[in-house]
C-alpha cells in the first residue's frame, strides 16, 4: 500500500509536468474562457459537492471537532457562489504571462528580452478550508502553472468533488488534462512524497499551521515559500496624532483578531505614554481586550492588566489580546520589532516625517505602514485583486503573493549570428 | 571540537545578522568608498597574501593534486590585481537597492511603494578558486548583504588571507564589523551547521560541482539558489544560414569547452542534415572535437565518430566533444531539449521568424537564443557588469544572476490614518 501511494503520487508529478508544458502555450484567453467554464461548472455541480462535503461534516462532528472547525468546513449554496465569484474575478484579472519585464539591446547588436513565463508545476499542501482547492487552483491555472493539491483529511470529500469539478469544467473548454489535480490520500506521507518530488515541482507553498510548514520546510527539495505568522506592532511617536492613533490601534486589534495582519504588540514612546495609554486602555476594555502589560505602561494604562512576560513578545494571540510595552525612543521600538517580530507588516503612527522615514528604512518587514493600521497588509488591498497568502519570505516574493509572484521569467536573446570568437 | 564548531559557525551568522542591519543602513557612496578601500588592501596584502597561498599550493602539490587544479589554486601578483580591479569595477556599477520597483496610490488614498532592500545574511559555499571569495563578498556588499563564506579546503590559507585583507580594508572605510566572515575550519559538517541556520541565514547559494548542490538541497532549511549544469543544445532548423550556423556551432563548443554556457549538444533538421552535416564535421575535426553521433548524422558526416548512446544525451562533457543527433523536425528539437537539457541555455539557427518564434516560446530555459552562440549566456555579455553565477532555478533568480538578484523588497505604505473599521 506504501508503494502504491508513492507510485501515484509520482505519476501525477509526471502528469502534472506534461499538463505544465500546454498550459505555459494557452493565451490569456483561452484560459480566461477555461476559467468562467470552471465557474460555470462549479455551480452546476453545487448538490454533488454539498453531498460530498456532508460526508465531510458527519465525520467532523463524529470526531469531535469544535464547532468553530466544522463551520470552517461546511459548505453550502452561498459558499459555493463565492467560490465560482471568485474564479470569474481572477479572470477578470490582467494575465502577467508574456509581460515584457525588460528589453535592451547590447553593444554587439544582441537584443535581450525579459519575459515573464509560468514557474511550471506548483504543490500546495494546506489544511483547512475547502475553498482553497478553488482559490489556490485557479490562481495558479491564470499563470499557467499546473497545480498538485494536497488538503486536510477533514475535507477530503469535499476537495476531490471540487477538484474534479474544476478540472470538468476547464476541460471543456481546452484545459489540458491533469493540469489541477487533487491527491487522494489522506495519509501523512504524501506530503514527503511531494516534498521530496523537485524532478517534477518547482515550487510548493505549505498553507497552514507553524507544524506544517516546519515539516514541509524539513522536508522540501524544491523552493518554499513560507507563509508563517504575523506577530504585527504598531508604535506609537512621540510626536503624533491621539485620536488617530487610537484609531489605527483598535481597528489593528479588534476589526478580525484572527487573522495574521492583526496587531499584537502595542509600542508607546515613553514621551506620550502618559497621555496616550489612559484614552487607548479605555478604548480597548470597551471592545473586550485582554491586556498584557510591562510595569511601565501598567501603571499608567489605569486599568486590569496581567503582566507581560517575554514570551508575549513572540507571541500571535489570533485572539482579543494585546500586549503593551512602554520605549524610551523610537530606536528601541525599531530594535523591538526587528528583534522580536516576525516581520511581516508593522506600523509606526506619527507626524513626524523623519521618524517615519527612519521607521521604513530601518524595520526589516514585508511591508511597514506609516499612519495606516496594519489590517492593510493584504493583496486585495493592495490592489492585487487576490492572493494566495503573505509570505514571510525574502527570496522571490516577500508580502502579500499574488498572481505576478506566481511566475518565473526566462531571457530571449535575438542575434545575427554573434559568436564570442569573432568579439575576441 | 565537534560542538565547539557548531558554536563557532553559530556565532558567526548571529554575528553577521548584527552587520547585516548596519550594512543595510548604508548609502550606496559608503558602500562603494569601503569597495574601494578592500582593493586597495587586497594590493597592499599581496605578499601576505601569495605566502599563505603558498602554503596551499604546497599541500596541493603533495596531495598530488592535478596541474590543473594546482594551476586553479595559485595566486600570483596578477591575479591579485585582477581581484582587486574587480573590486573596482563593482564599485562603478549602480547600487539597486532603495530603487523604487511599483508606487502607486489606492483609491482610498494610501500610497504603496515597493523598494528593493538587501537580502539580509547570505551564505556562499564553494569549492574550488580562491578569487571566489573576492568576487562573491563585494556582490554582496554592493548589495548590502551580510556573507558567510566557506570555501574548499585546499585553499583555507587563501581565502583566509584574503578575507581578512577585504574585511580590514573595508573598517578602515566604514564597513560593519563582521561583515565579511570566512569559516576558518574545513570540516565537512560546516556544511550543515550553515544550512541549518535559517535563523540567520536568509540564502545559502552552493558554487561548485554537484555533489556540493546535491548535499546542500538535501540539507538547507533556507532558500538555496543552484547552478547546476548547462547541458546546451543548438537546434539547426531547415531554414537557416550554414555559414552562420557552422560559425555558431564551433563557436558554442570549441571558444571554451570549459564552462556550463558551452554546447553539448547538437540537433539538426532532417531536411538540412545532408547539406550541413559534412561541413560541420569538417570543422569540428579541425577543432579536435570527438563526435558522438546517432546513426542517421553518423551516416551524414562522413567521418570517424562514437555511436551516441541515451546516457550522452544527458551529458556535460566541459570538455572537446559533442553528441549530434538528426531530428526530423523544430517538435522534435523542442521536445528533445526540454526532456534531456538542463534549462539552462539554449539556442535556434533558423531564417524563419514563424519556426524563431515557437522555439523561443516554447523551450523552457532559462536563456534562449535566436541566431547568437549560447557562450553569452553570462552576466558580463547581457551588460550585468558582473554575476555571482547562473542560477538553473526558477524562483527569485533565473539565468545570470547579478546585484538585482541579490535584493528583496519591501513595502511602505504611507496614509493618514486608514482603518478597515471606517471602511466597512
Given at each position: 500500500?506504501?508503494?502504491?501511494?508513492?507510485?501515484?503520487v509520482?505519476?501525477?508529478?509526471?502528469?502534472?509536468?506534461?499538463?505544465?508544458?500546454?498550459?505555459?502555450?494557452?493565451?490569456?484567453?483561452?484560459?480566461?474562457?477555461?476559467?468562467?467554464?470552471?465557474?460555470?461548472?462549479?455551480?452546476?455541480?453545487?448538490?454533488?459537492?454539498?453531498?460530498?462535503?456532508?460526508?465531510?461534516?458527519?465525520?467532523?462532528?463524529?470526531?469531535?471537532?469544535?464547532?468553530?472547525?466544522?463551520?470552517?468546513?461546511?459548505?453550502?449554496?452561498?459558499?459555493?457562489?463565492?467560490?465560482?465569484?471568485?474564479?470569474?474575478?481572477?479572470?477578470?484579472?490582467?494575465?502577467?504571462?508574456?509581460?515584457?519585464?525588460?528589453?535592451?539591446?547590447?553593444?554587439?547588436?544582441?537584443?535581450?528580452?525579459?519575459?515573464?513565463?509560468?514557474?511550471?508545476?506548483?504543490g500546495?499542501?494546506?489544511?483547512?478550508?475547502?475553498?482553497?482547492?478553488?482559490?489556490?487552483?485557479?490562481?495558479?491555472?491564470?499563470?499557467?502553472?499546473?497545480?498538485i493539491?494536497r488538503?486536510?483529511?477533514?475535507?477530503?470529500?469535499?476537495?476531490?468533488?471540487?477538484?474534479?469539478?474544476?478540472?470538468?469544467?476547464?476541460?471543456?473548454?481546452?484545459?489540458?488534462?491533469?493540469?489541477?489535480?487533487?491527491?487522494?490520500?489522506?495519509?501523512?506521507?504524501c506530503v514527503?512524497h511531494l516534498a521530496?518530488m523537485?524532478?517534477?515541482l518547482?515550487?510548493i507553498?505549505?498553507?497552514?499551521?507553524?507544524?506544517?510548514?516546519?515539516?514541509?520546510?524539513?522536508?522540501?527539495?524544491?523552493?518554499?515559500?513560507?507563509?508563517?505568522?504575523?506577530?504585527?506592532?504598531?508604535?506609537?511617536?512621540?510626536?503624533?496624532?491621539?485620536?488617530?492613533?487610537?484609531?489605527?490601534?483598535?481597528?489593528?486589534?479588534?476589526?478580525?483578531?484572527?487573522?495574521?495582519?492583526?496587531?499584537?504588540?502595542?509600542?508607546?514612546?515613553?514621551?506620550?505614554?502618559?497621555?496616550?495609554?489612559?484614552?487607548?486602555?479605555?478604548?480597548?476594555?470597551?471592545?473586550?481586550?485582554?491586556?498584557?502589560?510591562?510595569?511601565?505602561?501598567?501603571?499608567?494604562?489605569?486599568?486590569?492588566?496581567?503582566?507581560?512576560?517575554?514570551?508575549?513578545?513572540?507571541?500571535?494571540?489570533?485572539?482579543?489580546?494585546?500586549?503593551?510595552?512602554?520605549?524610551?525612543?523610537?530606536?528601541?521600538?525599531?530594535?523591538?520589532?526587528?528583534?522580536?517580530?516576525?516581520?511581516?507588516?508593522?506600523?509606526?503612527?506619527?507626524?513626524?516625517?523623519?521618524?517615519?522615514?527612519?521607521?521604513?528604512?530601518?524595520?526589516?518587514?514585508?511591508?511597514?505602514?506609516?499612519?495606516?493600521?496594519?489590517?492593510?497588509?493584504?493583496?486585495?488591498?493592495?490592489?492585487?485583486?487576490?492572493?494566495?497568502?503573505?509570505?514571510?519570505?525574502?527570496?522571490?516574493?516577500?508580502?502579500?503573493?499574488?498572481?505576478?509572484?506566481?511566475?518565473?521569467?526566462?531571457?530571449?536573446?535575438?542575434?545575427?549570428?554573434?559568436?564570442?570568437?569573432?568579439?575576441?
Amino acid at each position: 500500500m506504501s508503494i502504491n501511494i508513492k507510485e501515484t503520487v509520482e505519476k501525477m508529478g509526471e502528469d502534472a509536468l506534461i499538463a505544465s508544458r500546454h498550459l505555459s502555450d494557452l493565451s490569456s484567453d483561452q484560459k480566461n474562457k477555461i476559467l468562467l467554464s470552471m465557474a460555470t461548472q462549479l455551480l452546476k455541480d453545487c448538490d454533488v459537492i454539498i453531498e460530498a462535503n456532508d460526508l465531510d461534516v458527519a465525520a467532523a462532528k463524529e470526531n469531535g471537532l469544535s464547532s468553530a472547525m466544522v463551520d470552517r468546513l461546511d459548505l453550502n449554496q452561498s459558499r459555493i457562489e463565492a467560490m465560482a465569484n471568485g474564479i470569474k474575478q481572477v479572470a477578470s484579472l490582467s494575465d502577467p504571462v508574456g509581460e515584457i519585464m525588460d528589453d535592451w539591446q547590447r553593444p554587439n547588436g544582441m537584443n535581450i528580452k525579459q519575459i515573464r513565463v509560468p514557474i511550471g508545476v506548483i504543490g500546495i499542501i494546506f489544511e483547512s478550508r475547502p475553498n482553497v482547492t478553488s482559490d489556490a487552483a485557479v490562481l495558479c491555472l491564470k499563470t499557467g502553472n499546473a497545480t498538485i493539491l494536497r488538503g486536510g483529511k477533514e475535507s477530503i470529500n469535499s476537495n476531490l468533488a471540487i477538484a474534479k469539478s474544476l478540472q470538468m469544467g476547464g476541460e471543456r473548454a481546452g484545459l489540458p488534462q491533469n493540469s489541477i489535480q487533487l491527491i487522494p490520500f489522506t495519509e501523512r506521507e504524501c506530503v514527503q512524497h511531494l516534498a521530496e518530488m523537485d524532478q517534477f515541482l518547482d515550487l510548493i507553498i505549505p498553507r497552514g499551521g507553524a507544524g506544517l510548514i516546519e515539516a514541509v520546510v524539513s522536508m522540501a527539495r524544491m523552493p518554499v515559500i513560507k507563509h508563517y505568522d504575523g506577530i504585527c506592532h504598531t508604535y506609537i511617536d512621540s510626536d503624533c496624532d491621539i485620536k488617530m492613533a487610537r484609531d489605527i490601534v483598535v481597528d489593528a486589534k479588534t476589526q478580525k483578531p484572527s487573522v495574521c495582519n492583526a496587531l499584537e504588540t502595542l509600542l508607546v514612546a515613553e514621551s506620550i505614554a502618559m497621555d496616550f495609554l489612559p484614552l487607548i486602555g479605555k478604548d480597548l476594555i470597551a471592545k473586550g481586550v485582554e491586556i498584557r502589560a510591562d510595569k511601565q505602561s501598567s501603571t499608567l494604562l489605569g486599568i486590569d492588566s496581567v503582566p507581560a512576560s517575554n514570551e508575549d513578545w513572540v507571541t500571535e494571540y489570533l485572539d482579543l489580546i494585546l500586549s503593551i510595552k512602554v520605549v524610551s525612543d523610537i530606536h528601541e521600538a525599531i530594535d523591538h520589532i526587528n528583534e522580536y517580530g516576525s516581520h511581516h507588516s508593522d506600523c509606526i503612527v506619527t507626524e513626524s516625517v523623519d521618524n517615519a522615514e527612519l521607521f521604513m528604512k530601518r524595520i526589516d518587514s514585508a511591508t511597514v505602514f506609516w499612519n495606516v493600521s496594519t489590517r492593510f497588509s493584504d493583496g486585495e488591498e493592495f490592489g492585487f485583486g487576490a492572493e494566495i497568502g503573505i509570505s514571510t519570505d525574502k527570496l522571490h516574493a516577500r508580502g502579500p503573493m499574488a498572481l505576478r509572484e506566481l511566475t518565473s521569467y526566462k531571457y530571449l536573446i535575438k542575434g545575427s549570428g554573434q559568436t564570442k570568437s569573432k568579439m575576441a
